[in-house]
């Protein structure tokens, strides 16, 4: 795991950005990589000094969660898991070997499970897929500060 630390003008120290990566293979998965995200969220607001809000913090942990369950689930080999501060906010870009692209389905309140891709772009404030050379990497991001009332910054409740 490489992390990195970046001060509260936006400036990288030592010319890295503030950043985690880990890579899940075998039995590791889901749970070890909530744990990474909680961890790194943890010190980019106590070491760091950036504001993380409670609904960021679980909702990053949420889109970590939904996103390596996927690729554990769909996809053979290793996953890699990146999160990034990037203008206020933590990007979450999960890749893995597999080349099939995600899809969401169409709303059915019947269906029971694979609901995690709508939760996931439901809840972030950037959503996409890119094929790479070899594979794929989905990548979302989530506003870190709340407005005052509550709501991720720059957006509004519908």
């Excluded at 889901?30 to 909702?59: K, N, T, W, Y």
């Amino acid at each position: 795991m490489d992390t990195a630390a970046q001060n509260e003008g936006q400036e990288p120290l030592s010319g890295r950005p503030l950043a985690v990566a880990a890579a899940f293979e075998g039995d590791q998965g889901i749970g070890e990589a909530r744990a990474v995200a909680r961890d790194f969220l943890s010190s980019v607001q106590v070491v760091h000094g950036l504001p993380v809000s409670a609904r960021a913090s679980g909702m990053v942990q949420l889109v970590v969660s939904e996103l390596v369950t996927n690729a554990r689930k769909y996809a053979p080999g290793p996953c890699l898991l990146d999160l990034e501060v990037i203008g206020g906010a933590v990007q979450i870009s999960v890749w893995d070997q597999s080349t099939d692209l995600p899809s969401v389905q169409a709303a059915d309140p019947e269906r029971v499970g694979q609901h995690g891709l709508e939760i996931v772009m439901a809840v972030c404030q950037d959503f996409c897929v890119h094929r790479e050379p070899v594979g794929k990497r989905i990548t979302a991001s989530v506003v870190l500060a709340d407005d005052p009332g509550g709501e991720a910054a720059g957006h509004q409740a519908i």
